[in-house]
């Protein structure tokens, strides 16, 4: 099996994602060009000055920049927590929402939203975190008071994903109106519209430490390839990588979904479809994931924003719809070669 | 570099073994390199290995017999220090295990367990890579060191021509022998392997057991097949309920009364000197 050279693909990848993200960003009712976001961006570092006009410079920077970097963030989080997962719980279908972060953060949302916990000084945001944070733990206590396996992991977090939603659920079905529902609806689904730079910052800075944890310990994750005991006499210190790693994925899906919701599909699919490319050796495939992800949600949004404008789908149906068949396509092709 | 272990002199093996046991001859009291002392481990009140000391000469190839249950495998736990003993000891060159450190013993101590199964698709060389992990620091790319040590066991293995063949596509053999070029990739000075051949063709099980004894390590090997132990074997170690009932060479160990009273069947054991063989006996059959 002949394999694209990693580097070669990760410097194809930031430079398709540097396009991906100047160009997307002159995608909408606003005409812009690419080469005027470039000048722009320019300036703003203070060599040369700005083609675009007040509002177009606005529309730019306080609109559609801070929404394709998120998306970019969000999609290199997710793909890089879903790759960590299925290495770690050795289970191809389990996802960076496996651990019950999205259903907890879910119910925290709806509480805030719907409840109105918090008394209204408690952002949506911080109420799912909570919520997310609540659920991982939970799952860990569990997971722990049954022996700590990766499968009863697994079970726990089905255990958690299950009561959350069933929470999640019944204080919508019992105390929100019809607007209520639908917003909460669209936000299980993923949105990238209202976020803003705060959004970006905090959670490009918790992608930045999680990725930095998790290419630390691409040997550890190698490891785990023949199960615990095989990695234990590879002189892993199972537990202890356990523990790190999951808590820092968990964190960063925490974040992730807090801001954004529950973007489905690309943290169970891109790490597979990534693995075709640079094989399951983990120091090629977390960047490589993590830089498709990226490239992939910036586009994604760019579709769920502009096909049905002015109404915009939730990202997560578009990630599905526009996935699936890319992801069956890639499953032919690979069929074909071995 | 002394961390590089035995085998990081490849092609030099046998006068490696022989330094070693010269070393051990001048250390004398530090006896082998791996040892278990009296060592204990409970489950609950039962204990599944009670009070067993093994310690392997430099270069020989210790088999561990005894029936389902009796502990071979528990023993071979803590020999990696993938267990902790409830009582008693395990050392690496006089030093207790949990205080070599987890990294430094597997750079020293290799296992290939009964069957290895993954999901991951993986090619030959990926698989025996892994064995460079406990040698690789994070952040630091595969070396020039590691590659060769990949490129050694290959071929140590005769495996060199499948580097880029998919694991799964291996026979189980093939898969085994895959396993002991990733523990060779280890550099390790002592080998562990539980029941290495269980799943395999006869034709499989010599091939294994041939290459096994031919590396230039210290090699402990839970055996089912008593006549196998007896062809491969330098030492015989017999474990019945989690106790040593007897050790020594393949003819001294291998008797009809030990094999009645070990694994309560009928044998008889023919054949001269240190490579005896084993009969088993039908109900009908007279006593020989």
């Known amino acids: 099996m002949r394999r694209t050279r990693p580097a070669l693909l990760l410097a194809g990848g930031l430079a398709a994602l540097a396009l991906s993200v100047t160009v997307t960003v002159t995608i909408g009712p606003a005409s812009i060009t690419p080469a005027g976001v470039w000048a722009s961006l320019g300036a703003r570092l203070g060599i040369g000055e700005s083609p675009l006009t007040p509002i177009q410079d606005g529309i730019v920077w306080d609109l559609r920049m801070p929404r394709t970097l998120i998306a970019a ?43 109105g916990w918090g008394g209204g000084v408690v952002s949506l945001s911080a109420g799912a975190f909570v919520g997310a944070l609540l659920s991982f733990g939970m799952v860990m206590l ?29 204080t919508v079905l019992l105390s929100a109106d019809a607007e209520t529902t639908q917003g909460v609806l669209f936000w299980l689904l993923g949105s990238f519209s209202n976020v803003g730079w705060a959004d970006v910052v905090l959670c490009a800075g918790v992608l930045a430490v999680v990725m930095a944890v998790c290419l630390a310990h691409t040997t550890t994750l190698d490891a785990f390839a023949f199960g615990e005991e095989a990695a234990a006499s590879l002189g892993v210190r199972v537990a202890r990588a356990r523990v790190v790693l999951l808590t820092a994925t968990a964190l960063l899906t925490a974040a992730l979904v807090s801001s954004v919701g529950a973007v489905g599909f690309v943290g169970l699919i891109l790490p597979h479809a990534t693995r075709m490319l640079t094989g399951a050796m983990h120091a090629r495939l977390l960047p490589v994931t993590a830089v498709i992800g990226a490239v992939f949600l910036v586009w994604v949004d760019t579709l769920a924003r502009t096909v049905l404008d002015p109404q915009e789908i939730p990202v997560g149906v578009v990630t599905s719809l526009v996935g699936v068949p890319a992801f069956i396509a890639v499953l032919y092709r690979s069929r074909g070669k071995s | 570099m002394s961390e590089t272990g035995t085998f990081g002199a490849a092609g030099a093996g046998t006068a490696a073994t022989a330094a070693e046991d010269a070393a051990e001859a001048v250390s004398g009291a530090r006896g082998g390199h791996l040892r278990a002392d009296g060592v204990v481990r409970r489950i609950g009140d039962r204990a599944v290995l009670d009070g067993v000391t093994l310690a392997p000469r430099p270069g020989e190839t210790v088999g561990l017999l005894g029936p389902n ?92 021509d499948r580097a880029g063949q998919s694991w799964h596509t291996l026979s189980g053999g093939e898969r085994q022998r895959v396993q002991i070029a990733r523990a060779l990739a280890q550099e390790p000075s002592e080998l562990l392997l539980d029941e290495p051949t269980n799943h395999l063709d ?69 054949g001269e000197g240190e490579r005896p063989v084993v009969r088993f006996l039908r109900r009908g059959d007279p006593d020989v």
Not at chain 1, 92 to 98: H, S
């Open chain 2, 202 to 270: 006869i034709q499989y099980q010599l091939d294994l057991l041939e290459l096994a004894v031919s590396l230039p390590v210290t090699t402990v090997i839970a055996l089912h097949d008593l006549n196998l132990a007896a062809m491969y074997c330098d030492r015989l170690v017999v474990l019945r309920d989690g106790r040593a009932v007897a050790e020594g060479t393949p003819g001294q160990v291998l008797t009809p009364a030990l094999i009645r009273d070990v694994y309560g069947v009928r044998a008889e054991v023919t």
């Open chain 1, 73 to 115: 963030v969000c999609g290199a989080g997710l793909a890089l927590c879903g790759a960590v997962m299925q290495s770690l719980l050795r289970n191809p279908l389990a996802d960076p929402f496996v651990l019950g972060v999205s259903s907890g953060a879910s119910t925290g949302a709806v509480a805030v939203i719907v409840l």
């Open chain 1, 142 to 170: 569990l997971s722990l008071s049954l022996g700590g396996s990766m499968d009863r992991v697994v079970l726990s977090g089905v255990a958690a994903m299950q009561l959350f939603s069933a929470l999640t659920s019944f």
């Open chain 2, 69 to 160: 249950g009796s502990g071979k495998s528990t023993l071979l736990r803590l020999l990696a220090g993938v267990l902790g003993p409830t009582a008693g000891t395990v050392t690496f060159d006089g030093d207790p295990l949990p205080s070599v450190g987890r990294r430094a013993v597997a750079r020293r101590v290799a296992v290939v367990q009964q069957e290895s199964q993954t999901q991951t698709e993986m090619s030959v060389r990926d698989v025996v890579g892994l064995g460079r992990i406990p040698h690789r620091r994070a952040w630091t790319p595969v070396t020039p060191d590691d590659r060769r040590a990949v490129d050694t066991a290959l071929e140590r293995t005769g495996l060199a």
